[in-house]
């Protein structure tokens, strides 16, 4: 299996320090991150830290995306990580809505951190405190906002 993960999602989870997650939850050795989401995220204030603990990601470059993708009026980085998954079959992880519906249509396998919380929880690598926890960092630090439907799926018991 393949990961090829976005610039939100990369971002959110860095912002909570918890990108093992990804690692612990797929059971994969290396996350597959293009050119451009790295340039995305050499903006952000945390990029230091990020580039020190990243050992395991391995950064693509993308040198030609389908006419179809690029004109999608969607972010380099998004266009650029969903040529590289629809290339190699790799799932896409993002939080971009617009982006993961266009990758979906494509036929992308697409998880946002919802689903990945839920994955999360229902495989046992979460508990219900961690996800509560992870729920008011994400708000906290990513000021990244759960409706209330979200957040009963996430803490049903």
Same mark, same amino acid.
Do not use: W
């Given at each position: ?22 690692? %612990? ?49 969607? @972010?380099? @980085? ?14 896409? !992880? ?5 982006? @993961?519906?266009?990758? %979906? ?21 979460? @508990? !219900?405190?961690?996800? %509560?926890?992870?729920?008011? !960092? ?18 049903? %018991?």
């Amino acid at each position: 299996m393949r990961l090829v993960c976005d610039t939100d999602f990369l971002s959110a989870l860095q912002k909570i320090d918890r990108i093992d997650l990804i690692y %612990e939850v797929f059971g994969v050795d290396r996350i597959y991150v293009t050119q451009a989401v790295i340039d995305e995220l050499a903006k952000a204030p945390f990029f230091y830290d990020f580039i020190r603990k990243t050992e395991r990601i391995e950064r693509v470059v993308v040198d030609e995306v389908p006419s179809h993708i690029s004109s999608a009026m969607l @972010g380099k @980085g998004e266009t650029d990580s969903i040529s590289y998954a629809l290339k190699t079959k790799s799932i896409f !992880l993002s939080n971009d809505k617009k982006a @993961g519906g266009f990758a %979906e249509d494509l036929g992308v396998m697409v998880v946002d951190v919802i689903s990945f919380l839920l994955v999360c929880r229902e495989i046992g690598v979460l @508990g !219900l405190n961690d996800i %509560e926890h992870i729920i008011e !960092l994400l708000k906290k630090r990513d000021y990244m906002e759960f409706n209330e439907n979200q957040k009963k799926l996430l803490l049903r %018991e």
